[in-house]
T-cell receptor
Framework: AQSVTQLDSHVSVSEGTPVLLRCNYS??????LFWYVQHPNKGLQLLLK????ATLVKGINGFEAEFKKSETSFHLTKPSAHMSDAAEYFC?????????????WGLGTSLAVNP | DTGVSQDPRHKITKRGQNVTFRCDPI?????LYWYRQTLGQGPEFLTY????????KSRLLSDRFSAERPKGSFSTLEIQRTEQGDSAMYLC???????????FGPGTRLLVL
């Protein structure tokens, strides 16, 4: 079975500094991987996804993630944090095939951005 | 806005009452998912429809929970005899054919007193 581990439950950065949110996965075959963001009292928004094309994936709001099969990692990065980036971030792997595909969620990383 | 919509956004009810939530997916998305999310946790899968067929139900979904998608468009999630432990955010998502990405609605926050 596939699983997702978000290595940090909380990350705090200063505005204008880089962001790194770490995610490792386990998968028995080529996975599809996603990052979602959830702002307080808001729904989940897709940031980016990897589906076996380019290993460096660019998403919205300046975020990107790199799929590293050798390290089974899919870390999320952003060069310069903005106050509006403060939110909960979820790393997600897609499990199964055909009609049985479903998403396996990490526990989330809370990102705080300090002025 | 043609995103996923959910109604109501907030619901407060007394223990033992029944509640029903509605989800309208993005037009022509054939798959629809329900999740539950409690504070500080990621979403937990509840159930999934492809068109009008309910293809999977989580073991989390007790007999008090029922979901329908009668015409393959909107879906309802009903909780009977609510308990305080049912207090959570209930999220709906939809996906188009041949795509894994799930697009989420804003959620319905349920508080059972």
């Amino acid at each position: 079975a596939q699983s997702v581990t978000q290595l940090d439950s909380h990350v705090s950065v200063s505005e204008g500094t880089p962001v790194l949110l770490r995610c490792n996965y386990s998968s028995s075959y080529s996975p599809s991987l996603f990052w979602y963001v959830q702002h307080p009292n808001k729904g989940l928004q897709l940031l980016l996804k990897y589906t076996s094309a380019a290993t460096l994936v660019k998403g919205i709001n300046g975020f990107e993630a790199e799929f590293k099969k050798s390290e089974t990692s899919f870390h999320l990065t952003k060069p310069s944090a903005h106050m509006s980036d403060a939110a909960e971030y979820f790393c997600v792997v897609s499990e199964g095939a055909g009609n049985n595909r479903k998403l396996i969620w990490g526990l989330g990383t809370s990102l705080a951005v300090n002025p | 806005d043609t995103g996923v919509s959910q109604d109501p956004r907030h619901k407060i009810t007394k223990r033992g009452q029944n509640v029903t939530f509605r989800c309208d997916p993005i037009s022509e998305h054939n798959r629809l998912y329900w999740y539950r999310q409690t504070l500080g946790q990621g979403p937990e899968f509840l159930t999934y429809f492809q068109n009008e067929a309910q293809l999977e139900k989580s073991r989390l979904l007790s007999d008090r929970f029922s979901a329908e998608r009668p015409k393959g468009s909107f879906s309802t999630l009903e909780i009977q005899r609510t308990e305080q432990g049912d207090s959570a955010m209930y999220l709906c998502a939809s996906s188009p054919r041949r795509e894994e990405t799930q697009y989420f609605g804003p959620g319905t926050r349920l508080l059972v007193l």
